[in-house]
């Protein structure tokens, strides 16, 4: 079973490295989401039973954390190309990426 917080994450990585043709750049940003991700309870359940922990010692999945709920997206969205650019972004409204030029 998958955690839902690193579903999320993917989709995340996935979205905002989707036209990126630098390498290092979704390098980094693959490690700064998984750095958010280690340690939390959904990863240490999804390590759990990936280990193949009784199922009577599996912890269950928490909900989503909010950092990953869908009305962050355009925050984080902003937070990420300002973090690759090296620039600042306005967020507007629903606006969550731009397509492939």
Known sequence: ??????????????DATYCE???RRKLHL?????RRLLGGWNQLASAA???GAPPLLQPSFAARSDEWLAEAD???EAEVRAML?????????DEVS????
């Open 85 to 93: 650019d090296g620039g600042e972004v306005e967020v507007r409204g």
């Open 98 to 101: 731009e397509a492939c030029a």
């Open 21 to 23: 043709a630098d390498d």
């Open 1 to 14: 079973a998958r955690s839902p917080d690193s579903t999320a994450a993917v989709k995340r990585l996935l």
């Open 74 to 76: 355009a925050e984080a």
């Open 30 to 34: 693959e490690t700064a989401l998984q």
């Open 49 to 51: 039973r990936g280990l």
